[in-house]
């Protein structure tokens, strides 16, 4: 008797510190749209990636909302690695989500496609026992200025009032990582009581603004009016320039308005984003509407690539 593997439309990795909002968001859509979804919890995941590799399991997309990309052991990364080798279709794809999420490796490719950054000095780890600014060097960064890991996330390893290398160094000690940036502190223009900090979503094409107060990580959407009037759609082009430069799908990345009325792009790929709800975590949780919105804009992607060719599915009718 032949045995028929599991076929599933969509799979998303669990994100631990997501809510149950946005995952019942998602299965109810797909639910809608009579697709096959699962859920790869911790509970699940070993089990899931060995089926997968046995056959046992098929999938057509791979939604990725946690693995750890400075970690190749880690087991969610390798099993979007394994999924995306098994011809399955990951959003976003690991070589593109990892070349985009290495703020080292991007920094320049943004900055000659015309993109406002910091002013910023890369050392590979294996420099920083010597490395010692110049002052050239001292006075392109200010006093204070940033240190963060290239593959860092969620502010570990990073120094907001770096004095000299011996912060380098304390990054490093932090997060251990294959290289750092040295950046200029940007300090974004006030507006009313709020600072002028933008988190800005990108998925499928799509794009949402919203106010982020980077002092109290409060949350708010950007209305139309205030979009509007005080100019903020630049970012709408701005962040669609990042996804052409990095071929990323979903991500956010942040925006500060400096005095000068320029916008800088400050927090450049933040893949596997923080979708945790503001009715879950009203200190720092993203408003409920726009995690409705994303969710729904991802199985619309998601079914958007089934219908694509791919190495172990036809296109759907």
């Known amino acids: 008797?032949?045995?028929?593997?599991?076929?599933?439309?969509?799979?998303?990795?669990?994100?631990?510190?997501?809510?149950d909002f946005f995952i019942h968001r998602v299965q109810e859509l797909?639910?809608?749209?009579?697709?096959?979804?699962?859920?790869?919890e911790?509970?699940?995941?070993?089990?899931?990636?060995?089926?997968?590799?046995?056959?046992?399991?098929?999938?057509?997309?791979?939604?990725?909302?946690?693995?750890?990309?400075?970690?190749?052991?880690e087991i969610y990364h390798r099993l979007v690695?394994?999924?995306?080798?098994?011809?399955?279709?990951?959003?976003?794809?690991?070589?593109?989500?990892?070349?985009?999420?290495?703020?080292?490796?991007?920094?320049?490719?943004?900055?000659?496609?015309?993109?406002?950054?910091?002013?910023?000095?890369?050392?590979?780890?294996?420099?920083i026992s010597a490395f010692r600014l110049t002052d050239e060097a001292r006075a392109g960064l200010g006093t204070p200025f940033v240190v963060k890991p290239a593959m860092g996330y969620g502010r570990r390893g990073v120094i907001l009032n770096a004095t000299s290398e011996v912060d380098l160094q304390r990054s490093a000690d932090?997060?251990?990582?294959?290289?750092?940036?040295?950046?200029?502190?940007?300090?974004?223009?006030?507006?009313?009581?709020?600072?002028?900090?933008?988190?800005?979503?990108?998925?499928f094409g799509s794009v949402w603004i919203s106010w982020w107060n980077c002092y109290t990580d409060?949350?708010?959407?950007?209305?139309?009016?205030?979009?509007n009037r005080l100019g903020l759609g630049v970012m709408r082009g701005m962040i669609a320039a990042i996804a052409q430069v990095t071929g990323m799908q979903f991500f956010s990345s942040e925006f500060a308005l400096t005095e000068s009325n320029?916008?800088?792009?400050?927090?450049?790929?933040?893949?596997?984003?923080?979708?945790?709800?503001?009715?879950?975590?009203?200190?720092?949780?993203?408003?409920?509407?726009?995690?409705?919105?994303?969710?729904?804009?991802?199985v619309d992607g998601a079914q958007q690539l089934m219908r694509e060719p791919s190495p172990s599915f036809p296109p759907s009718p």
């Open 174 to 203: 932090a997060w251990a990582d294959e290289s750092y940036l040295l950046q200029r502190f940007v300090t974004p223009h006030r507006i009313g009581e709020d600072p002028a900090y933008f988190r800005v979503y990108f998925v």
């Open 262 to 298: 320029q916008f800088v792009v400050i927090d450049y790929v933040n893949d596997q984003c923080h979708l945790l709800t503001q009715t879950a975590s009203p200190h720092n949780g993203v408003p409920d509407g726009l995690v409705t919105a994303i969710a729904e804009r991802l």
């Open 81 to 127: 690695l394994l999924a995306h080798r098994k011809g399955v279709r990951v959003i976003d794809p690991p070589e593109v989500a990892l070349a985009a999420f290495n703020k080292a490796r991007v920094h320049a490719r943004l900055a000659a496609a015309g993109l406002t950054v910091p002013h910023t000095i890369v050392v590979n780890r294996e420099e």
């Open 1 to 19: 008797m032949t045995h028929v593997a599991r076929l599933y439309d969509l799979v998303m990795t669990h994100k631990l510190d997501a809510d």
């Open 218 to 227: 409060r949350y708010r959407l950007v209305t139309e009016e205030e979009e």
């Open 42 to 73: 911790p509970l699940w995941v070993e089990a899931f990636a060995e089926y997968l590799n046995k056959g046992e399991i098929r999938a057509k997309v791979l939604l990725n909302m946690h693995s750890e990309h400075h970690q190749p052991d």
């Open 30 to 40: 797909c639910a809608r749209r009579n697709l096959n979804f699962f859920l790869v």
